[in-house]
């Protein structure tokens, strides 16, 4: 294969991006100081993928206010002092020839929960323990989870103020690209989904009402960043009849274009416990390309994609723009520069750092 699709360049507004092989975010639970701060751990995690060949380095949900954490252990960029470690890894990701992103999050009815890692206990953190109250858009728990507070209409204007202020600090950690987190049953999928949102004010009821948060967030933020590269990640069924589906996506994807996004990134589930989901090769793409099918934005792809050909053809098919990967980067980070020599992408031997070139990859 001479010039496989996916180690082409691609671009989002102005920003040129090495390839269509991205690294989607992926919890750490790391931050040991339940500060917010990122350390150590981020910067080798992030950065060793970034060596690794990757186009775009996204790191994983950081949240927009100490609330919106999943965790008492995840990243936030909702104060100026936590930009200087952020912007420590952003200067290692781009060292290595990548892009780097920042997810922007907020938990919702999902957060104060214990590290999703082993040696915690699983379920909400109580406030004594240092945990906090969530909120979400109706007072309706997820599963065994703490009930959440419904937020006040009020509230909502400063929340999407909050995902202003934290794109603001990710540009000036230097970050290429944010993605807005509206999926995996975080609060603004939360918004989305009938099975979460009972709402009878202009945030609830029919699909325009659900949509309005994530319509308002990714406008103010285009409106204070003309040209930031806007993604959105949301989940595009939640495989249960009734809620928030490939459909309601499609339309979504839709006016997300009209509001000046630049990519959905397209996943599936998260905000229903114990949902039916057909867990297999590729078992999300099809969704991506029934998006993709909208014409109105550029579709990535995730989920169980672990080989070159797959990939390749995933693309070459039309059923999506980007690949995104997750688990197989934690099992081998160059993965990247492995495929690239398997398709004999003419990029491939520029990706290997000169320090790795006696490896065989």
Same mark, same amino acid.
Request: net charge negative; hydrophobic share 45%; proline share 7%.
């Given at each position: 294969?001479a010039?496989?699709? @996916?180690f082409?360049s691609?671009?989002?507004?102005?920003?040129?991006?090495? *390839?269509?092989? &991205? =690294?989607?975010?992926?919890?750490?639970?790391s931050?040991?100081?339940?500060?917010g *701060?990122?350390?150590?751990?981020?910067?080798?995690?992030?950065?060793?993928f970034?060596r690794?060949g990757?186009g775009?380095?996204?790191m994983?949900?950081t949240a927009?206010?100490?609330?919106?954490?999943i965790s008492?252990?995840?990243p936030?960029?909702?104060?100026?002092?936590? +930009?200087?470690p952020?912007k420590?890894?952003?200067?290692?990701?781009?060292? %290595?020839g990548?892009k780097? $992103?920042? !997810?922007?999050?907020?938990?919702?009815?999902?957060?104060?929960?214990?590290?999703?890692?082993?040696? /915690?206990?699983?379920g909400s953190?109580p406030?004594?323990?240092?945990? &906090?109250?969530t909120?979400?858009?109706?007072? +309706?728990?997820?599963?065994?989870?703490?009930?959440?507070?419904?937020?006040e209409?009020?509230?909502?204007?400063?929340?999407?103020?909050?995902? =202003?202020?934290?794109?603001s600090?990710?540009?000036?950690? $230097?970050?290429d690209v944010?993605?807005?987190?509206?999926?995996h049953?975080?609060l603004?999928?939360e /918004?989305l989904?009938?099975?979460?949102?009972e709402?009878?004010?202009?945030? $609830?009821g029919?699909?325009?009402a659900?949509a309005?948060?994530?319509r308002?967030?990714?406008?103010a933020?285009r409106?204070?960043?003309?040209?930031?590269?806007?993604?959105?990640?949301?989940?595009a069924?939640? &495989? @249960?009849?009734?809620?928030f589906?490939?459909a309601?996506?499609?339309?979504?994807?839709? &006016?997300l274009?009209?509001?000046g996004?630049? @990519? =959905?990134?397209?996943?599936?589930?998260? *905000?229903?416990?114990?949902?039916p989901?057909?867990?297999?090769?590729?078992?999300?793409?099809?969704?991506a390309?029934?998006?993709?099918?909208?014409?109105? @934005?550029?579709?990535?792809?995730?989920?169980?994609?672990t080989?070159a050909?797959?990939?390749?053809?995933?693309?070459?098919?039309g !059923?999506?723009?980007?690949?995104?990967?997750?688990?197989?980067?934690?099992?081998?980070p %160059?993965?990247?520069?492995?495929?690239?020599h398997? +398709?004999?992408?003419?990029?491939?031997?520029a990706?290997?750092?000169?320090q790795?070139?006696?490896a065989? /990859?």
């Amino acid at each position: 294969m001479a010039d496989p699709l @996916l180690f082409r360049s691609f671009t989002l507004r102005d920003l040129e991006i090495r *390839n269509r092989l &991205w =690294v989607a975010p992926m919890c750490q639970y790391s931050v040991e100081t339940e500060d917010g *701060n990122v350390g150590d751990w981020h910067l080798q995690h992030l950065g060793g993928f970034a060596r690794g060949g990757a186009g775009l380095v996204f790191m994983e949900a950081t949240a927009v206010a100490p609330e919106g954490r999943i965790s008492p252990r995840c990243p936030g960029i909702w104060a100026d002092t936590q +930009l200087p470690p952020l912007k420590r890894i952003v200067d290692a990701v781009h060292a %290595h020839g990548a892009k780097i $992103g920042i !997810q922007l999050a907020h938990a919702g009815r999902k957060g104060s929960t214990y590290p999703s890692l082993p040696g /915690f206990a699983d379920g909400s953190v109580p406030v004594a323990d240092g945990g &906090w109250e969530t909120v979400a858009p109706s007072a +309706l728990s997820f599963g065994d989870f703490a009930e959440p507070r419904a937020l006040e209409t009020a509230e909502i204007a400063e929340l999407v103020q909050s995902f =202003v202020d934290a794109a603001s600090r990710a540009v000036a950690a $230097g970050f290429d690209v944010v993605e807005i987190h509206a999926a995996h049953g975080y609060l603004i999928h939360e /918004f989305l989904s009938p099975f979460s949102n009972e709402r009878t004010d202009a945030y $609830g009821g029919d699909l325009a009402a659900r949509a309005l948060l994530l319509r308002e967030i990714v406008r103010a933020i285009r409106a204070a960043h003309p040209q930031l590269p806007i993604v959105v990640r949301v989940s595009a069924t939640e &495989w @249960l009849d009734g809620g928030f589906d490939a459909a309601e996506a499609a339309r979504v994807t839709t &006016w997300l274009a009209e509001d000046g996004a630049d @990519l =959905v990134d397209t996943s599936t589930a998260g *905000n229903t416990p114990g949902a039916p989901i057909p867990v297999g090769p590729s078992y999300q793409v099809p969704l991506a390309a029934q998006l993709r099918k909208t014409g109105a @934005l550029p579709i990535s792809a995730v989920g169980l994609i672990t080989s070159a050909e797959q990939a390749e053809g995933i693309l070459a098919t039309g !059923q999506a723009d980007i690949i995104s990967l997750g688990r197989p980067l934690l099992t081998n980070p %160059h993965l990247p520069i492995s495929w690239a020599h398997e +398709l004999r992408a003419p990029s491939a031997d520029a990706l290997v750092p000169p320090q790795y070139a006696r490896a065989r /990859f």
